[in-house]
């Protein structure tokens, strides 16, 4: 799973919990973002995730 698949998931997840669309693709972004920033092909860290959300909302 890659940084596109994070961010589709984070997106889907947004979705599905209620977020409005932008909210929703801003966490995605996150997510996407959080997956390259794990070694190898690991996925992404919710911590890592949360954090940067926060930085863009």
């Known amino acids: 799973m890659g940084a596109g698949d994070s961010m ?3 997106i889907v997840l947004s979705l599905s ?3 409005k ?3 929703a693709a801003l ?3 996150a997510a996407g ?3 390259v920033m ?8 919710k ?3 949360e954090r940067l959300y926060a930085k863009m909302i």
């Open 8 to 10: 589709v998931a984070g």
């Open 17 to 19: 919990k209620g977020k």
């Open 21 to 23: 669309l932008r909210e």
């Open 27 to 29: 966490y995605g972004i």
């Open 33 to 35: 973002s959080a997956a």
């Open 38 to 45: 794990t070694p190898g092909t690991e996925l992404c860290r």
């Open 47 to 49: 911590e890592d995730t």
